[in-house]
């Protein structure tokens, strides 16, 4: 069965950090960039961070870059999300997808071009 599966999300303080995890089953992320995304209760869907497939490339909203770092193992089938500094904004469902577009439909929101989305974590930011 050809899936992603997002791991890691919980509660955290603000200022705390957690690592998401996005792990494939059923295909290999060798050729797939991939794209993080998440989506805060009654707002839309936004874009986080993508990794390419090729040079390992980053790509990082601006809402999050200097806090958030993607990378990816392609001998464990994982792409990882690191986030630090967090901020109770920063609360959401997040989801991975793999991008056979190398990052150009994630980066442009062209979101109908990705296949295999995550089922999401949720992260939630309180004291």
């Known amino acids: 069965q050809v899936q992603l599966v997002e791991s890691g999300g919980g509660l955290v303080q603000p200022g705390g950090s957690l690592r998401l995890s996005c792990a494939a089953s059923g295909f290999t992320l060798d050729y797939y960039a991939i794209g993080w995304f998440r989506q805060a209760p009654g707002k839309e869907r936004e874009g986080v961070s993508c990794?390419?497939?090729?040079?390992?490339?980053?790509y990082y909203a601006d809402s999050v870059k200097g806090r958030f770092t993607i990378s990816r193992d392609n001998a464990k089938n994982t792409v990882y999300l690191q986030l630090n500094s967090l901020k109770p904004e920063d609360t959401a469902v997040y989801y991975c997808?793999?991008?056979?577009?190398?990052?150009?439909?994630?980066?442009?929101?062209?979101?109908?071009?990705?296949?295999?989305w995550g089922q999401g974590t949720l992260v939630t930011v309180s004291s």
């Open positions: 990794i390419s497939s090729s040079d390992g490339s980053t």
């Open positions: 997808a793999a991008d056979p577009t190398g990052g150009i439909a994630t980066m442009s929101g062209a979101w109908e071009y990705l296949e295999v």
